[in-house]
């Protein structure tokens, strides 16, 4: 089994910034894509952003040029640094990982989610 555990969320103001941490635990012999989606109030999970292992990343058109993905490949550890936030960004924020474990089988796992509030 894997756990994975958000850190870093909270409550700023419109045009603040927050880092959202997420660490990955357990049965883990590499994770392919780490990255973060989010949930607003009466709408779907969506993608915010991504990073696979070889560094490629993959954005939601409404976060590029605030949003930054970044991993700590050897720390099993994903990163989301958020800029110029927004009132529309508010959202539960879900960490997203796609892990093989030691018998070569792969498998999703989410983290319980973390709220990010913007607001004046």
């Known amino acids: 089994q894997v756990q994975l555990v958000e850190s870093g969320g909270g409550l700023v103001q419109p045009g603040g910034s927050l880092r959202l941490s997420c660490v990955a635990s357990?049965?883990?012999?590499?994770?392919?894509?780490m990255g973060w989606y989010r949930q607003g109030p009466g709408k779907q999970r969506d993608l915010v952003a991504a990073?696979?292992?070889?560094?490629?990343?993959n954005y939601a058109d409404s976060v590029k040029g605030r949003f930054t993905v970044a991993r700590d490949i050897a720390q099993n550890t994903v990163y989301l640094q958020m800029n110029g936030l927004k009132v529309e960004d508010t959202a539960v924020y879900h960490c997203?990982?796609?892990?093989?474990?030691?018998?070569?089988?792969?498998?999703?796992?989410w983290g319980p989610g973390i709220q990010v509030t913007v607001s004046s």
């Open positions: 997203d990982a796609d892990v093989e474990n030691t018998l070569g089988s792969v498998e999703g796992y």
């Open positions: 990073m696979a292992k070889d560094g490629s990343t």
């Open positions: 357990g049965n883990i012999f590499m994770i392919h894509v």
